[in-house]
Each structure stands twice: as C-alpha cells, then as structure tokens.
C-alpha cells in the first residue's frame, strides 16, 4: 500500500492563510507539490467558507486532492458523554467529501456509545481518525482503551 502524503493546510500559518483568502487559496500550491490530499481545519474556516462547504469540496476535487477534514473538539465531552456537536461535523465532513473526520478522544471513560455513533457515523463513508490531544485527557490510558474497543462500532 503506498503511503498517501496529506499536507495540512494550518502548517501554512493562520496570519498566511487569512492573507491568502483562505485554504481555497493553498489547494494549487499543495497540488502542485505532488501531494495526495489535503487536511481542511475548521479552525481556519470564516463564516462564507463554512456557509458553502460544497464549494470547498468542488475546489478540492478539481484539485485533483483527497479531503482529510479536522475539528479541533473531542468526540466525548468532559462528562465522558458524546459531543452532541459530533451530529454537525459528520455532516460538514460528507459536505467536504472528507475520506476523513479527524476529532481529539477527550474524556473518554470506557462507554464507547456504540449505537449512537453507529447512527452518527451511518451516512458518513469516511473514516473516523480519533488522536490524543494536549489536554488533562490526553493521556495514554484512555487512548488504549479507546483503541482496545473500537472495533465494536467501527465494524460495518
């Protein structure tokens, strides 16, 4: 399997981006470097972009890019529930054409909400990629057994 190379777009600097006009801006840049994909963050989103995330997806596309689509939030909030925002960023990541959501764990306590993320993840043909984050929950332990688990709801 060849490795893909997915360049992120937040590398480039907000102050840069913002300058540029967006991540719209750095699509041909990244194409130009031979690079499979692109990693959209949300962070880096103003309102019109967001408003019209099928525009972004088109751009990408006519790139000739892959859409990996980062959130900077957790999939479980710090009561151990799920996001209840998770419901938004799955369908702002089918809008992108994202082959991937990638979202911190947060605190994740061993209830892995195996139906309600079937029923969230259910239109959405991408992956979910779930990384530690630079918080309290950013830890080893949680992340293991968030890893241990996942194959229970990832399974389609």
């Not at 751009?59 to 479980?76: E, I, M, N, R």
């Not at 080893?140 to 688990?149: D, E, H, K």
């Amino acid at each position: 399997m060849k490795a893909e190379i997915i360049v992120v777009t937040a590398a480039y600097g907000h102050q840069q981006i913002a300058e540029l006009g967006g991540q719209l801006a750095l699509l041909p840049i990244i194409q130009q470097a031979g690079a499979d994909g692109v990693e959209i963050r949300r962070e880096l989103f103003d309102d019109a972009t967001l408003a019209n995330l099928p525009a972004l997806a088109e751009a990408v596309k006519h790139h000739q890019l892959k859409t990996s689509y980062s959130v900077p939030d957790s999939l479980f909030c710090d009561d151990g529930g799920l996001n209840p925002q998770l419901k938004h960023y799955v369908e702002e990541a089918r809008q992108l054409n994202a082959q991937r959501l990638k979202i911190a764990l947060g605190n994740f306590t061993g209830d892995l909400a195996t139906e309600q993320l079937r029923a969230l993840l259910a239109d959405f043909d991408g992956q979910l990629a779930v990384e530690n984050d630079q918080t309290e929950h950013g830890k080893l332990a949680p992340s293991q057994l968030f890893c241990c688990g996942k194959r229970v709801w990832l399974t389609r």
